[in-house]
């Protein structure tokens, strides 16, 4: 009798807490603030710092191992932890600020999120970096397609040109069909959807006692990460000295790159990235500095010659950079035509179902608080007119000025290239949608090939850097908006607010991320294959474009034959992947991730492991709080030691060398 009553409760207080939830979204419905008071003075001031320091770190990480973790989420709890600090602050002063609404928190996130993207996808560690003499002059200047002057110095005021007339189209792109995409398609967005359930969480009673304890983690990590880097600083006077270069495995393993470098951003990257990514980096690590590139070492003189420098194409570095190379035109071409197929599967299956409608009503077993959101969104409508507008100023505006940046690229490349764009954007933020996968960077290497083909011998290289960098841009940013829509869509969010936010971030984006650049690109040794900044897609797609001029002559002896055997392993591996059990396909690596290291190095894999043996250890020890803790924690981590880059560059440009080389001998060398 009592376990009856007891369900009874049971089942009573699951009614009501459902009547309490409909009751809440109700509420919230008639509690959201007009479009243009959604978009506050300081959610921009937040929005631009949070740009600022995260503009940075992805500098950083695309310079050195070319590897970005989706921030999406990280860049939502840092928003939420500046606007709170600011009340409080406020309340303290016995001020009166206006609530702080989840609305609020999604335009600094989108915002946010639109500044630092810039620094992601602006071709700074790859097609624009590529562009510069030493990237150029590691090429090869013997090499037939590599004609001389075909490179061009990065310079703030040409590369904030370029970044403002060629990333605005994106936004305007697929604008028309937001409605379909979110509403009639129901496209899932992942990422976008993650973030609008973390926002969502923040801003309920309970979320924000949640949001208390990722707040504090946070902020301990970031001052841990902070101090960290400081005191590593003062035991780093010299080359290759200091904890960055601490043998923790030996100094044989050492000599090939296999150690722990105490970065604390690549351990928070490894703690956001799955255990498959991280796994993945270091069976790619193994397999080229562990057993490959000592085994092509030891045929020097045999396939190629021993008087080549180590960093000639025709010698080792030649091997390192094509077998990348296919690995990563291997995998990016299996998800292409994955990506494909299930697009045109399921819009196949859409238009189908559309036809098949009978006269019974679509919403009809539809949650009503789905159906205001779908209301709402469709409410707040941006005129069509205003779109196909900007999309053709925004054309004719690219299709005059970069060819008198870039003459190699003639006028015609570029207006095909904006006529083909809506519908390559369509094409990638349906499968973004479906399967979270950005392949934005899979469409420009495809037009990097055929304008480097297209342009002849002499202009081919830059025009097809910069035909790359004109796609991927479009493409990508069409993709990220549509990611914000879906969030905007969940969080209640106008689409007018979030599109504007999202063009004030773009705008500060193409101011941002090249003045960060600039710190590096001034401060340290950009482009060294042996320092710290290595910038390995620079040379990757330099060279991309150099095989389009001239096909396979490039290739140093036997390299060819290598090529096509990882080119064909990282098919294999894509497809047994999807098609075996998925308690198998989980534990084949990653071929896009086992190309890193080849040219990079195996510290980073390593570094990226810790954080995912951080994570599987605080699962296996307390689940709940590791779910609720582990991305405060790595935000933390990745915050501190980027911000610590702002001082050491000071630093850098004063002059000013740390006091202490710590560095390693054998005993015998003593």
């Known amino acids: ?69 989706n921030l999406n989420v990280s860049a939502a709890l840092l928003a939420y932890v500046l606007i709170q600090f600011w009340c409080k602050l406020l309340q303290k002063a016995n001020l009166v600020s206006t609530p702080f609404t989840k609305q609020e928190n999604t335009v600094i996130q989108t915002c946010a999120v639109a500044c630092y993207s810039i ?55 697929l604008v028309p069909l937001r409605k379909i995409m979110i509403i009639d398609y129901k496209l899932a967005y992942p990422s976008g959807t993650a973030t609008a359930v973390l926002i969502n969480g923040f801003h309920t009673p309970k979320g924000d006692n949640e949001a208390k304890k990722q707040v504090r983690g946070f902020v301990k990590f970031f001052s841990f990460s902070f101090l960290w880097s400081f005191f590593q600083w003062f035991y780093s006077g010299g ?33 956001i990235c799955s255990h498959l990514v991280n796994l993945s980096l270091l069976v790619g690590a193994i397999a080229s500095w562990g057993i490959m590139w000592p085994l092509i070492g030891e045929r020097k003189g045999s396939w190629f010659p021993a008087t080549l420098p180590p960093d000639s194409m025709k010698s080792l570095n030649g091997y390192k950079v094509f077998i990348s190379i296919a690995l990563i035109l291997g995998d990016g071409l299996y998800n292409f035509l994955r990506t494909v197929f299930y697009t045109s599967r399921s819009i196949f299956a859409a238009m189908n179902k559309k036809n098949s409608r009978t006269s019974v009503p679509e919403t009809k077993d539809e949650p009503l608080e789905n159906l205001q959101r779908n209301e709402f969104f469709i409410r707040e409508s941006i005129p069509l007119w205003v779109a196909c507008v900007g999309y053709l100023v925004f054309v004719v505006i690219s299709t005059v000025i970069i060819p008198i940046m870039f003459p190699e690229l003639k006028w015609y490349f570029v207006l095909v290239a904006y006529v083909l764009a809506p519908a390559l954007s369509f094409c990638n933020a349906y499968g973004a949608g479906l399967t979270d996968m950005n392949m934005a960077y899979n469409y420009g290497k495809v037009a990097l090939f055929i304008l480097a083909a297209l342009s002849g011998r002499e202009n081919g290289v830059v025009a097809g850097l910069v035909g790359c960098g004109l796609i991927k841009s479009i493409v990508s940013i069409s993709s990220d908006l549509m990611h914000d829509f879906k969030t905007g869509h969940l969080t209640l969010t106008s689409p007018r607010s979030m599109l504007l936010s999202q063009a004030l971030g773009t705008a500060m984006g193409c101011i941002v991320a090249p003045l960060s650049f600039f710190l590096f690109y001034k401060t340290f040794d950009v482009g060294n294959p042996d320092g710290e900044y290595k910038a390995p897609y620079a040379l990757i797609y330099r060279n991309m474009a150099i095989l389009g001029v001239e096909g396979f002559s490039t290739l140093p002896q036997h390299c060819l ?91 850098a440009l004063a002059k000013i060398k740390a006091p202490i080389c710590m560095t390693f001998l054998p005993a015998n060398a003593s």
């Open 561 to 651: 034959q290598l090529c096509y055997g990882f080119f064909a392993f990282a098919m294999v591996a894509n497809l047994l992947k999807d098609v075996s059990p998925k308690n198998v396909g989980k534990w084949i690596p990653l071929p896009m991730a086992m190309a890193v290291p080849f040219l990079v190095g195996a510290s980073f894999a390593i570094d990226m492991c810790m954080g995912s043996l951080v994570v599987y250890t605080w699962h296996r020890l307390n689940s709940k709080k590791a779910t609720l803790m582990v991305p405060a924690v790595a935000s933390g981590l990745i915050c501190g030691d980027g911000l610590w880059i702002l001082p050491q560059s000071i630093l």
């Open 239 to 271: 080359a290759k000295c200091g904890f960055s270069h601490f043998p923790t495995l030996g100094l044989q393993a050492w000599k090939h790159s296999f150690y722990f470098d105490f970065s604390m951003t690549y351990v928070g990257a490894g703690m």
């Open 119 to 173: 620094a992601v996808g602006g071709g700074f560690g790859s097609y624009l970096l590529g562009l510069n003499k030493k990237t150029y002059e590691q090429a090869g200047v013997d090499t037939v397609g590599n004609v001389p002057g075909s490179h061009k110095e990065p310079k703030l005021d040409w590369i904030i040109g370029f970044l403002f007339v060629s990333s605005f189209v994106g936004l305007l792109a």
């Open 1 to 69: 009798m009592m376990n009856a009553d007891r369900e009874d409760g049971a089942v009573l207080g699951m009614e009501i807490e459902g009547e309490e939830e409909r009751g809440k979204e109700m509420e919230d419905l008639k509690r959201i603030p007009p479009w243009k008071k959604q978009i506050t003075v300081r959610g921009v001031i937040a929005s631009a710092l949070i740009g600022i320091i995260y503009s940075v770190i992805v500098t950083k990480l695309n310079l050195t191992t070319g590897l970005v973790p």
